[in-house]
């Protein structure tokens, strides 16, 4: 601390004992000077300053309802939830009528979906004061959001009855008349509201974007034309207008409209605005020199200057990431933003558990940063601790519900886990809350694809392509959903499109290349990698791609080539160290196998998966005790990743010990993944073992009549029913397994004894 500052506390000390010896004599009058400093503070958004002079007021008057309330508006504009709504429990056990309170309280209900308690609540308002339209808004949320939307069109008319000039009801009741599909009421309700607040933003994107889900894309982009010509410094305009013209393909157009917005708004806020719009559209260098040339208006801006250390990360430019982090946390070590940048530079310096224990401290800081769950769940998930990674994302969900980037990554998570339902569940929220964002529809059109659920799929994919017709990922999806239905040449016509939409990103290649090798048009799939090599032959997934390609045509000295050029030009790349594993194991080079997937779990030390593959290889080897310890430490990661659960159980089973464990975690594993044929085979295996072949005999029928050319099914199949006494398909089932000649020594010679001792 310097001597100036020491000096500046020390008369802030003075002057406020000063101050508590003036008043003291007055505690009402203190009390009401306090409100009146917290209010101003309040009022500049200063919450923290805020808080302390509403604590103030309440150890001058501890029984003052108001000083409670205001203290509940000041915690929660810190997203201190709990605590809030704690002083809000408070003002109304002091004053029960106090109706602010109890109508605020009713809006924390509604965040956390607790609608129950929400009508308890505005029916208590309703009962004091009979034209509380705030009560009735109330209703009608949560009538909504209990998926009754006729009671909350009632609700909302009420509100409209005694609010006939708030645009905001007329917004409501709109909203209920698209979820009833009575499109022409909905539209006079969003023009209604046009016609009382013809300046409001909200008004005109609601009412633009109704017309755009009815494919009526000319009236939508005039109504946002005009909705700036009412407003020409709305931001939130011209970025829905520039967002439309994006996805309609008018590039162009689009620029134009941004940059009609910087010359007209030369602000760092519009700055902010535009780039995090480039952001958004994934044009990382665009967003750089937007933030950058708002730094040329607000020079220093932390605002900005944390955007453009999100960029470096983005776009792994780690050193100058990490020379700005050191920057911004010398000028705000305590900012919560600052710190959860900085938790991000350190898992993008490959520093996992650092980056853990750092986001782990912000958590503990700041409970109610959803950013700060949201990034300490990302680092959990990169480290493979998919468990805590879903805890701290569903945490960052509660704090800030409907938050975009957390529903998507709760989708990818789920499906990740193999959690279908509740991936669809996070995607119908994801749509609900941005109908016309087309990542969004795809997400859930994915879902459902997952679930065999095509026609529902086809609906949101569709959707997307009316909202973004030349957006790559729409077309992956729509040949993905045509590969679903079997109509291979729709499907290759559209992974074929969306290459030439991006012909520069990986995905689309290894689907579109993927297809044509699963239709047997290898040649035609390795002549478009090698196009995309030598076009990029910086980008290290496209010789992953190539070198996969050639794996399958059996050229392994030139997949290894590709794989070894991924791991060159990107020493992070896990996948050309599996790829390269998997080639040396069917080359039969064990331990350089092990080798590569070694260095690959150097990267992700906690993935269940690279655990898992490692612990095959030692199973490979019959070294049972080492593939058991791998499969432990897959355990550890995620005691829910079904193919560890099961590769654990045969390792006991194998070994002929802890049988009631290797139980428990087949049929965990087998609850996990139910149609799983391997699963399903090491279940009934373990039955084996414990002599209930009643139990095992219809899992491993059930595994040969799905897979009819394992010759391991068989084998299990036999040995089920001539233990059952079932002497003659057990050894016609045996005869099966050895005819195919691909069982292990050691299983050919327990069939044959087998055999040998039934005849």
Not at 54 to 68: C, G, H, L, T, V
Not at 81 to 110: Q, S
Not at 231 to 242: E, H, R, T
Not at 344 to 371: C, H, M, W, Y
Request: charged residues 25%; contains cysteine; neutral net charge.
């Amino acid at each position: 601390m310097s001597i100036q500052n020491a000096h500046t506390k020390i008369v802030i000390i003075f002057l406020a004992a000063s101050f508590l010896v003036g008043c003291g004599r007055d505690p009402q009058r203190a009390k009401a000077k306090y409100l009146a400093s917290g209010q101003n503070f309040l009022n500049q958004k200063k919450y923290g300053d805020a808080t302390v002079e509403f604590r103030n007021a309440i150890r001058m008057d501890p029984r003052s309802a108001e000083a409670y309330y205001q203290l509940a508006q000041a915690e929660i504009g810190q997203q201190n939830w709990k605590a809030g709504f704690a002083d809000l429990e408070k003002a109304i056990e002091l004053d029960p009528a106090r109706l602010d309170a109890r109508l605020e309280r009713a809006r924390l209900y509604v965040a956390a979906r607790e609608f129950l308690q929400v009508e308890q609540e505005a029916n208590e308002i309703l009962q004091r004061d009979p034209k509380n339209a705030d009560a009735y808004e109330l209703i009608g949320g949560a009538r909504v959001g209990e998926g009754k939307p006729e009671e909350a069109l009632q609700a909302f008319s009420k509100v409209a009855e005694l609010r006939p000039n708030d645009a905001n009801c007329f917004r409501n009741l709109a909203m209920v008349e698209v979820k009833l599909r009575r499109f022409p009421d909905a539209e006079e309700h969003l023009k209604r509201a046009s016609a009382i607040d013809p300046k409001s933003a909200q008004v005109t994107i609601d009412l633009a974007t109704f017309y755009r889900q009815q494919g009526r894309f000319d009236e939508s982009e005039k109504t946002l034309e005009a909705g700036v010509q009412r407003n020409p410094d709305a931001l939130d305009i011209y970025l829905a207008w520039a967002n439309f013209l994006s996805e309609r393909g008018k590039t162009t157009e689009m620029e134009g409209v941004l940059d009609n917005l910087r010359n007209r708004v030369k602000s760092p806020d519009a700055a902010i605005a535009i780039g995090d719009f480039y952001l958004r559209k994934d044009a990382l260098d665009k967003a750089l020199a937007e933030y950058i040339r708002g730094l040329s208006v607000s020079a220093k801006n932390l605002d900005l200057e944390k955007r453009i250390l999100g960029v470096y990360l983005t776009s792994n430019q780690i050193e100058k990431a990490a020379e700005l982090d050191g920057k911004i946390m010398k000028q705000v070590p305590s900012d919560t933003f600052a710190e959860v940048l900085h938790g991000r530079v350190l898992l993008a310096q490959g520093k996992k558990q650092e980056a853990i224990i750092a986001l782990q401290g912000t958590v503990k800081n700041a409970p109610n940063s959803a950013d700060a769950h949201y990034y300490l769940g990302l680092a959990y998930w990169q480290n493979g601790n998919l468990g805590q990674a879903d805890g701290e994302l569903k945490e960052a969900l509660k704090v800030a519900p409907g938050m975009p980037p957390v529903l998507r990554s709760l989708v990818e998570l789920s499906v990740a886990q193999n959690r279908p339902s509740e991936a669809q569940s996070y995607a119908q929220e994801l749509v609900e809350k941005n109908p016309t964002d087309v990542n969004a529809r795809l997400l859930l059109g994915s879902a459902f694809l997952r679930q065999a659920q095509n026609r529902k799929a086809e609906e949101q994919f569709a959707a997307a392509e009316r909202l973004a017709p030349n957006q790559a990922s729409v077309h992956l999806s729509l040949g993905q959903l045509h590969l679903a239905n079997k109509n291979w040449a729709q499907a290759e016509k559209e992974f074929e499109a969306a290459t030439q939409l991006a012909p520069a990103d990986t995905t689309m290649l290894a689907a579109y290349t993927s297809f044509l090798a699963s239709r047997q048009q290898l040649a035609k799939a390795e002549d478009a990698a090698q196009q995309f090599v030598n076009a990029n032959p910086n980008v290290a997934q496209g010789h992953v791609v190539l070198g996969g390609l050639k794996y399958s045509t059996k050229d392994s000295e030139a997949a290894r080539l590709e794989f070894e050029k991924a791991i060159q030009l990107d020493p992070q790349n896990i996948l050309g160290y599996v790829q390269l594993a998997v080639l040396y194991r069917r080359e039969g080079q064990m331990d350089a196998a092990i080798g590569q997937y070694q260095k690959a779990l150097g990267l992700q030390p906690r993935s269940a998966l690279l655990l898992t593959l490692l612990g095959n290889m030692y199973l490979e080897k019959d070294e049972l005790d080492e593939a058991g310890k791998y499969f432990a430490k897959a355990l550890e990661a995620d005691a829910n990743y079904a193919p560890a659960n099961a590769n654990l159980a045969w390792v006991h089973a194998q070994q002929g010990k802890d049988l009631d464990v290797a139980l428990g975690l087949a049929q965990k594993a087998k609850s996990l993944n139910p149609d799983d044929s391997a699963i399903s085979d090491v279940l009934g295996w373990v039955m084996y073992k414990k002599g209930n072949y009643s139990g095992a005999i219809p899992l491993h029928r059930d595994c040969v009549k799905k897979t009819p050319d394992s010759a391991q099914y068989h084998y299990h199949l036999g040995l089920d029913l001539i233990a059952a006494g079932q002497k003659e398909p057990g050894s016609e089932q045996l005869q099966a397994a050895l005819k195919m000649n691909k069982l292990r020594a050691a299983d050919q010679e327990q069939a044959k004894h087998a055999l040998a001792q039934e005849n």
